[in-house]
């Protein structure tokens, strides 16, 4: 068998060398994890964080966040978005690091403080408190009355249904020497306890076993009244209404 010149084995060996010296290079690359005076496009596909990773936007000069979302704490994600000023604009968790937890969304004024959140345990808002009732008349005559022995609506309003959960509370009187009871109907029915005329009613409860069905509806709200003495009048005043988170 003829021999190959030598020159020719010694630059086969040479390769091999340089080969190896390459894949050794491109297997110890340091990972290619900086853009500086570029941009990425992702055209038809999609950027993935996974595997409790988190994307995040800094603030200008700053390494405080302006935009975070992915991993929040243990097996929770979240979100947050800040000014540039750093005071919070938004978030979405809830803080207790499980995967399941129920998030309220939560919108902040400059100042960082809570000017809005949902009701996460069935829908509609926590925050705002929205109503607020003006003074009421002190004087017992002039208050809502009747002097009926059937139940008769002495009070009427209708409301916008924004909340999950009502609460009213009303002052109740009875002329001298009588006896009466006030109770509240929502939209027909009969609302929280029947009180004896005299006892104040507060009362907080859901509007509705079915908040979806009532959401953004007119709520109508009546106080009534009976005498159930042989005579005399029953009064009832509102000095407190408005909705609530459950």
Do not use: C
């Not at 340091?30 to 595997?51: H, M, Q």
């Not at 969304?105 to 408190?129: C, K, M, Q, T």
């Amino acid at each position: 068998m003829p021999q190959l010149p030598e020159d020719i084995i010694d630059r086969l060996t040479r390769m091999e060398r340089r080969i190896q010296q390459l894949s050794t290079a491109v297997n110890t690359r340091p990972a290619l994890n900086t853009i500086t005076g570029g941009e990425v496009e992702i055209s038809d596909g999609t950027l993935k964080v996974t595997d409790g990773g988190t994307l995040l936007v800094q603030r200008p000069g700053s390494t405080g966040a302006m935009f975070r979302v992915g991993s929040w704490k243990d097996a929770e994600y979240g979100l947050e978005i800040h000014r540039q000023t750093g005071s919070l604009a938004m978030t979405l968790f809830n803080g207790d690091g499980t995967a399941s937890s129920l998030q309220p969304l939560r919108i902040y004024d400059n100042g960082s403080r809570e000017i809005f959140s949902d009701d996460v345990n069935n829908g509609g808002l926590a925050r705002p408190w929205l109503a607020m009732l003006p003074p009421q008349d002190t004087t017992q005559s002039r208050w809502p009355q009747t002097s009926s022995t059937a139940w008769v609506t002495i009070a009427l309003s209708y409301n916008p249904v924004w909340q999950p959960k009502l609460r009213l509370r009303l002052n109740t009187a009875v002329s001298s020497g009588a006896t009466g009871q006030v109770r509240v109907l929502v939209n027909g029915a009969v609302w929280g306890p029947t009180v004896g005329a005299g006892t104040e009613f507060d009362w907080t409860d859901l509007i509705s076993t079915d908040f979806a069905a009532v959401h953004t509806t007119t709520l109508k709200v009546e106080i009534q009244a009976v005498v159930t003495s042989t005579s005399g009048f029953v009064y009832a005043n509102p000095v407190l209404m408005h909705g609530r988170q459950t």
